[in-house]
Each structure stands twice: as C-alpha cells, then as structure tokens.
T-cell receptor
Framework: KAGVTQTPRYLIKTRGQQVTLSCSPI?????VSWYQQTPGQGLQFLFE???????NKGNFPGRFSGRQFSNSRSEMNVSTLELGDSALYLC???FGPGQGNTGELFFGEGSRLTVL | GNSVTQMEGPVTLSEEAFLTINCTYT??????LFWYVQYPGEGLQLLLK?????DKGSNKGFEATYRKETTSFHLEKGSVQVSDSAVYFC???????????FGKGTTLSVSS
C-alpha cells in the first residue's frame, strides 16, 4: 500500500513569509503527527492529530499550527518564518489510540524547508 | 518530563565489527521503547521495539533489551555491514497518545 506522502519535498522561503506543508497518511490511518528535525535539536514533536482534533502539542510557538481534514490528511502552517525554522519537517501516521495501534509510526520522507 | 538520551556520534566501524549504541530514558510509568533508523535521503522507519520490561526486540540482526532497572534500551548488532550506515534514533512513547519522544540520533558509518 502507498506510504505517507508529504508535499512539497523541498521549498525555499524568505523571513516573514508563511508556509503550508501537506501530509497524506497511509490509507486507514487516522492519526498524524508532525516533527521538526534539525542537526542541533534532533527530532522535536510538534503536534498530533486524530479524527480532526489536536491531541497533543509540543513546545513550539503559536506560529506553528496544524489541522486535519475528514479524510485524515493533515497540513501544518508556519507563519512569520524565521531563519531558525529551516529544518526537515516529518509527518508520521498511525492507526491512532485504541485502534489496533502497535506504537509504530510510519514516516514520510519529509519536507525540507530553507528560510533565507 | 519524559526524555531519551543517546550516545553522541558519529560511530565509525569496519565491516563485521560489533555495534553498541547506548540509550537511556527517563519516564514515569511503563513506556514502550523503540529504535528507528533513517537511511540517507529517507524518512524514519521502525527497526525494533519492546513494550515491557525484559522484552527483547530484534530485527535484521539488531537487538535491544528493555532494562527497567537501568532504564536502558541499548542497540546491538554482532556484525555490521556497509548497508547499516544510517542514523539511529531511540524513542519512547509518551503514553498520552501516539506521539513519540526521540533521542538526538546516532550516526553510524560502516566502511568495507
């Protein structure tokens, strides 16, 4: 079956702009999590959505937001971009809590954002 | 709060050498523990997991044992291959949902 699909794969923005990243989970998965990966901080949890509701949120400023649609697809948005937002943004999907969840997350290849 | 600490890399080994990557954790309760691997240019994929104390996860020759008394989940492989070159992440579940908390990752480089 198709894996987790993230678009776009690469993008370049300038400071102050905003960006929207998209994630399509594996068919049947209803939970989507987002992570920011940087060389200095490693993988940091941004937020998790299940059935269109945000269940958990990491320690990121309000400029980072997300949403999930009824078909489980998710988007994340970063407004007023800063240089430090340059990172690989990874999306992961799973069945969700109590849904035969084994704890395994299935990751996409990521969206690499460069802020100039 | 919950956290994961991994040994700093990079780890550089010759083919067929023995590998250990240390991982310790801090958590309340009884989290599940995971090792994920990220090959160059790819997303993360699950390597192995353990859900309770003394469980041993294994896959592709890699093993890790959930040690509650030492709060550790060290990754081992008896004979590494060049194809094992990747970044390895130790992780635990936060028990509040399906989000995982990751260590910073250890880069493994294996030369022939």
């Amino acid at each position: 079956k198709a894996g987790v699909t993230q678009t776009p794969r690469y993008l370049i923005k300038t400071r102050g702009q905003q960006v929207t990243l998209s994630c399509s989970p594996i068919s049947g998965h209803r939970s989507v999590s987002w992570y920011q990966q940087t060389p200095g901080q490693g993988l940091q949890f941004l937020f998790e959505y299940f059935s269109e509701t945000q269940r958990n949120k990491g320690n990121f400023p309000g400029r980072f937001s997300g949403r999930q649609f009824s078909n489980s697809r998710s988007e994340m948005n970063v407004s007023t971009l800063e240089l430090g937002d340059s990172a690989l943004y990874l999306c992961a999907s799973s069945f969700g809590p109590g849904q035969g969840n084994t704890g395994e997350l299935f990751f996409g290849e990521g969206s690499r954002l460069t802020v100039l | 709060g919950n956290s994961v600490t991994q040994m700093e890399g990079p780890v550089t080994l010759s083919e067929e050498a023995f590998l250990t990557i240390n991982c310790t954790y801090t958590a309340t309760g009884y989290p599940s523990l995971f090792w994920y691997v990220q090959y160059p240019g790819e997303g993360l994929q699950l390597l192995l997991k353990a859900t309770k104390a003394d469980d041993k996860g294994s896959n592709k020759g890699f093993e890790a044992t959930y040690r509650k008394e030492t709060t550790s989940f060290h990754l081992e492989k008896g004979s590494v291959q060049v194809s094992d070159s990747a970044v390895y992440f130790c992780a635990l579940d936060n028990q509040a949902g399906t989000a995982l908390i990751f260590g910073k990752g250890t880069t493994l480089s294996v030369s022939s």
